[in-house]
């Protein structure tokens, strides 16, 4: 199996490529319970709590993509689509990565990836689990000298599940669940599942990140979040 690329831009940064979304909330007597989620093509869709609030969308993109007056970073920009939502009030990009204050909350990433032809080449299970440009899989010796070079934020990785889910209609995925410490705060874990399109053309991340102290404490409303996070084939 082909190895995935190994983490190679800023710390706080993430690219990926183009889907337009909508958010459309549940409706009920009681009033909604959750948000759901979807891209604009109608492949991937997910729902978070009602009390999940959004982040603001052009903050969000500062974050992942970095500085938006670079072309580069406009360049990602056009070619993608992102989205998160923070159980943190009020909801920022910064807790992407790491808690918001003391009493920690859930934080979920959402990222849909058109790819290049060259990243259609490439795409193997390995380069799924390092779709959120996290380090996942890497090689033993890269991981300890990174680990080992001054400023690098992502500490002391330990994997905790690691699953290639079942074919469905042409799509496959994977679903990871890891430990790091990160900016050498308390040890934070991330559920990330990654899926292929159909057709190849698109990669679909949803990455839920809370300490892990917290994940054990509400893993039912994450399991919850994870487990609704689906991608079908197109029509036609």
């Not at 948000?35 to 992942?64: H, I, M, N």
Request: charged share 20%; hydrophobic share 40%; proline share 6%.
């Amino acid at each position: 199996m082909e190895r995935a690329r190994v983490w190679s831009r800023p710390a706080v940064t993430l690219t990926a490529a183009l889907v337009m979304g909508a958010t459309i909330a549940a409706a009920g007597c009681g009033g909604a319970a959750f948000t759901y989620v979807t891209g604009g093509d109608g492949q991937s869709y997910f729902k978070v709590p009602a009390s999940w609030r959004k982040v603001d969308q052009r903050s969000l993109e500062g974050y992942v993509f970095g500085d938006l007056t670079s072309a580069t970073a406009q360049a990602r920009k056009r070619l993608s689509w992102t989205a998160g939502y923070d159980a943190f009030g009020p909801p920022s990009a910064d807790h992407l990565y790491i808690a918001g204050g003391d009493a920690d909350r859930p934080f979920a990433f959402a990222m849909v990836s058109r790819l290049t032809e060259a990243e259609r080449d490439k795409v193997s299970l390995d380069w799924l689990r390092n779709a959120a440009l996290l380090p996942v899989v890497l090689p033993e010796e890269t991981r300890q000298k990174l680990e080992e070079a001054p400023g690098y934020p992502f500490k002391g990785f330990e994997l905790v599940e690691d699953e290639v889910l079942p074919p469905a209609d042409g799509v496959r995925g994977v679903h990871v669940v890891y430990n790091l410490r990160v900016l050498g705060g308390p040890v934070q874990t991330f559920d990330q599942t990654a899926y292929l399109a159909a057709d190849g053309g698109s990669v679909s991340v949803l990455l839920v990140r809370c300490s892990a102290a917290c994940y054990r404490e509400r893993a039912a409303e994450i399991g919850t979040v994870v487990g609704s996070f689906k991608v079908k084939r197109l029509p036609g």
